[in-house]
């Protein structure tokens, strides 16, 4: 049980250059987030997906663009990188609409550098 | 954005002592959650708490969830070197989506 998987660990990219984060999640859960984390402050909300078909913006959705695959995988896209985006991207994923529980769980992180 | 209001930022303290962080916002909250995050790590979940007033222990780490449902707080006893990372505390709202808020965290230092 791997829990929640991010792919690539790191990456650099140039200024408007376009990539994709990938997340997995093998917990059967219904929710899924993308977060980045900055120096100095909490995780902010980038998009989020309620439950498999539906993906909502969180509080920083500029710049960003996100699939929801199927239960399991949520990906984040930049299509045009800027120096600003540079920041620690975590994946996470909770159960979601109905269940009583909301414990959110998280990935290991993917490092991204736009230069 | 909305966020938490954690406290303190940071923390040194001497292997052994007790440490106690909080958390306040001036929204109420349905769900709190304790998380601890080590460099190049996610974070980790450490403690839930889902009801008004509930207290509740991992180990040496317990949290409660405030009365009025704006606050809670977590405390470590006898801190050990391990110990040391980011501690985030964040709140759950029901509002027909399911999103948390973050606090900003509080950076925990153990000497040894």
């Known amino acids: 049980n791997a829990g929640v998987t991010q792919t690539p660990k790191f990456q650099v990219l140039k200024t408007g250059q376009s990539m994709t984060l990938q997340c997995a999640q093998d917990m059967n859960h219904n929710s899924m987030y993308w977060y980045r984390q900055d120096p100095g402050m909490g995780l902010r909300l980038i998009y989020y997906?309620?439950?498999?078909?539906?993906?909502d913006k969180g509080e920083v959705p500029n710049g960003y663009n996100v699939s929801r695959l199927n239960k399991r995988e949520f990906s984040l896209r930049l299509e045009s990188a800027a120096p600003s985006q540079t920041s620690v991207y975590f994946c996470?994923?909770?159960?979601?609409?109905?269940?009583?529980?909301?414990?959110?769980?998280f990935g290991p992180g993917t490092r991204l550098t736009v230069l | 954005g909305q966020q938490l209001n954690q406290s303190p930022q940071s923390m040194f303290i001497q292997e052994g002592e007790d440490v106690s962080m909080n958390c306040t916002s001036s929204?109420?909250?349905?769900?709190w959650l304790w998380y601890k995050q080590e460099p190049g790590e996610g974070p980790v979940l450490l403690i839930a708490?889902?009801?008004?007033?509930e207290l509740t222990s991992n180990g040496r780490l317990t949290a409660q969830f405030g009365i009025t449902r704006k606050d809670s707080f977590l405390n470590i006893s006898a801190s050990i070197p391990s110990d040391v990372g980011i501690y985030f505390c964040?709140?759950?709202?029901?509002?027909?989506?399911?999103?948390?808020?973050f606090g900003t965290g509080t950076r925990l230092k153990v000497l040894a």
């Open positions: 929204s109420i909250f349905n769900t």
């Open positions: 996470a994923s909770s159960e979601g609409p109905g269940r009583s529980y909301n414990e959110q769980f």
């Open positions: 708490l889902y009801k008004a007033g």
């Open positions: 997906s309620a439950s498999e078909g539906t993906t």
């Open positions: 964040a709140g759950h709202i029901f509002s027909g989506t399911y999103k948390y808020i």
